[in-house]
């Protein structure tokens, strides 16, 4: 059987910038190559500045290679064809601060060839998907960070493409709007749409991704499934619910008395900021 | 969502012409809730404030209508240049590096959108703007010059009639006013300012492709298009000291580059009362489409290989 075509295929990558005046040019990107098969959610992470937007707005065409070649099932992405598979939230978008949420999406409906009730069912369909129905009618200029982010998500799904690329999607997003984002990221996933993210945000990113990229300076330092890349293979976890302190005095005891063992740590295990944040805003919640 | 591969929301990616008039459509209607459209009011002022402009002039009574009718013409064509081609200039100007700027035209361009239709669409949506809003301001001054003449024509059939004019003198009496109120040449006069109007937003649209700011493109745009009335005498005196083939290459291709509008001035000899020529109207707009067709491919082949 033949091979699957990649929804997304990056080979060799480089891109320069010209540096304003001086000759001197700038290496954004050095020589990545990404291939991510389709119903896949791949994370790229990095600091800033290390080329991750580049990279994608390389594969959406928006900037040139200075060599190499990108493309989007199969199709090279300098052509414009490429683009009819993909949906793109860029990094702090801002649409059109005139336009309703609904005229928004309606706009980028519109944009990719749909019309009539199809499209009409395809705006109220995606407002719900990202609980927007509420703010349907109200123009952007009002919306807030998260909602900029989830209409922009909207946005981009809105032919039903089958591959998404989000650029830095939980950035300046407060917690709960961007567990919101995460969760809707699952729910594609389940539908099989492939998703190509980055964040610098590591923490963010480690939940909902299949693999991972650590990308710094322009240059892949490490990639591969995500449990094999965070899991610590020497060490075992166990985690009890009401344990007496009897009941750890024997634990304990019978880890001391095996040789090959050792008991690294053992106390409360912490919940993170985040977790205890959106319980107490839900507990708030009538 | 539809699960199935071949959806038809897929299947259909549009047509050029689909996706230009979207670009155009949102543009005006961005535009318009930009509030543009106040300065109609500013107009109706203006055209109206013009029947009362130098009312003290009036050489002798049988002068007194055509005055009138002049004034109000000159005023309000003046206005409707002044204001198309301001507006033509400064909101393709700003429409451009907002969109960079806001990065909006990512997520346009992210879409199965070719950079021309992106192009085309915009300068569609200011050139409609231009031209409703045109239509509406000569809407406007048709009226007012239509109540007014038929005022001032009555005034005059009384004044004759008093005076016991023979019929000739009536009838050219009534000729004269006509041909000052609202004709088909002083329409022609305001097709002539919205194609002046368009060339100079498909202008700034090619400046705007590399230009960095909306100021910068304005006050360039602004500059060609006063180069643009002076140039056809600047190249007669040019050419007339004795021109080599080079001097002559040069000032083709500085005409080829730059707008000419020397044949644009023509129409205030119509504000005047007199017909427009129908080859000269073919004259301009073959001129008027030739610059708007050159900037638009111009600024395709800049905005094209542009990166974001
Ligand atoms: N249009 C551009 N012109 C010049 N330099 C750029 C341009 N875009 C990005 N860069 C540079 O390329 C590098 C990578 O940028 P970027 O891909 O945006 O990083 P990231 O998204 O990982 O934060 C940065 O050093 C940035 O300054
Ligand atoms: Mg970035």
């Known amino acids: 059987m033949a091979e699957v075509t990649p929804a997304v295929e990056i080979c060799d990558l480089v891109k320069d910038f010209k540096t304003s005046f001086r000759r001197q040019m700038l290496r954004a990107v050095g020589g990545v190559s990404i291939r991510i098969e389709p119903g896949e959610v791949y994370g790229l992470i990095g600091p800033n500045g290390s080329g991750k937007s580049t990279t994608m707005k390389a594969l959406l065409g928006l900037v040139a290679p200075t060599s190499g070649r990108c493309a989007i099932f199969g199709q090279d992405s300098l052509r414009v064809d490429s683009r009819r598979e993909v949906g793109f939230l860029p990094e702090n978008p801002y649409f059109y601060k005139h336009l309703s949420g609904a005229e928004t999406l309606r706009f980028y409906g519109k944009l990719c060839g749909m019309r009539g009730r199809i499209l009409e069912e395809r705006v109220s369909e995606l407002l719900v998907l990202v609980d927007l129905e509420n703010a349907r009618d109200r123009r952007l200029g009002g919306y807030s960070k998260g909602m900029l982010q989830r209409i922009g998500l909207a946005q981009a799904l809105v032919q039903d493409p089958r591959l998404l690329i989000l650029d830095e999607p939980t950035a300046g997003v407060d917690p709960m709007g961007s567990r919101q984002i995460r969760d809707l990221i699952f729910k594609l996933r389940e539908r099989g749409i492939t998703v190509f993210l980055c964040s610098h945000l590591l923490e963010q990113v480690q939940e909902v991704c299949d693999r991972v990229g650590i990308i710094f300076q322009g240059k892949m330092v490490k990639e591969g499934r995500l449990e094999d890349l965070i899991a610590i293979e020497d060490q075992t976890e166990i985690v009890l619910r009401d344990a007496s302190p009897e009941l750890i005095a024997r634990i304990t005891a019978l880890v001391a008395a095996n040789p090959e063992t050792e008991l690294v740590r053992s106390g409360k295990p912490r919940t993170t900021l985040e977790r205890l944040f959106l319980r107490e805003t839900q507990r708030d919640a009538p | ?308």
């Open chain 2, 1 to 308: 969502m539809s699960q199935t591969p071949l959806s038809p929301t897929r299947s259909a990616s549009g047509s050029h012409a689909g996706r230009i008039s979207v670009i155009a459509s949102h543009t005006f209607t961005q535009l318009v809730r930009m509030k543009v459209f106040y300065f109609l009011a500013v107009f109706a002022v203006i055209t109206i404030g013009s029947n009362f402009f130098d009312l003290p002039q009036h050489a002798g009574p049988e002068a007194a209508g055509t005055n009138i009718l002049n004034s109000i013409k000159s005023w309000s064509v003046g206005t409707m240049t002044l204001f198309s081609v301001v507006f033509a200039i400064v909101a393709t100007a700003l429409l451009l590096p907002k969109d960079v700027e806001d990065r909006t035209l990512y997520t346009i361009l992210a879409k199965p959108v070719p950079r021309l239709d992106y192009l085309a669409g915009k300068l569609l949506g200011v050139i409609l703007l231009v031209f409703v809003s045109l239509a509406l301001m000569d809407g406007l001054m048709t009226a007012v010059l239509q109540i007014r003449s038929s005022m001032i024509l009555s005034a005059q059939m009384e004044l004759a009639h008093s005076r016991g004019w023979s019929a000739p003198e009536i009838a050219s009496m009534r000729n004269d006013i006509v041909s000052q109120g609202p004709n088909i040449s002083l329409q022609a006069a305001v097709f002539v300012v919205f194609l002046r109007a368009s060339i100079m937003a498909s202008l700034a649209l090619l400046i705007s492709t590399f230009s960095t700011s909306t100021l910068f493109t304005s006050i360039i745009s602004f500059m060609i298009y006063f180069i643009g009335h002076f140039q056809a005498d600047a190249r007669g005196v040019f050419l007339e000291a004795g021109a080599g083939w080079m001097t002559r290459a040069i000032a083709l291709l500085v005409a080829l580059v730059l707008p000419d509008f020397h044949l644009f001035n023509e129409f205030d000899a119509v504000i005047q009362g007199q017909a427009f020529p129908p080859m000269l109207l073919g004259q301009i707009t073959g001129i008027g489409l030739f610059y708007a067709v050159f900037y638009v491919i111009a600024s395709w082949f800049i905005f094209a290989e542009k990166e974001f």
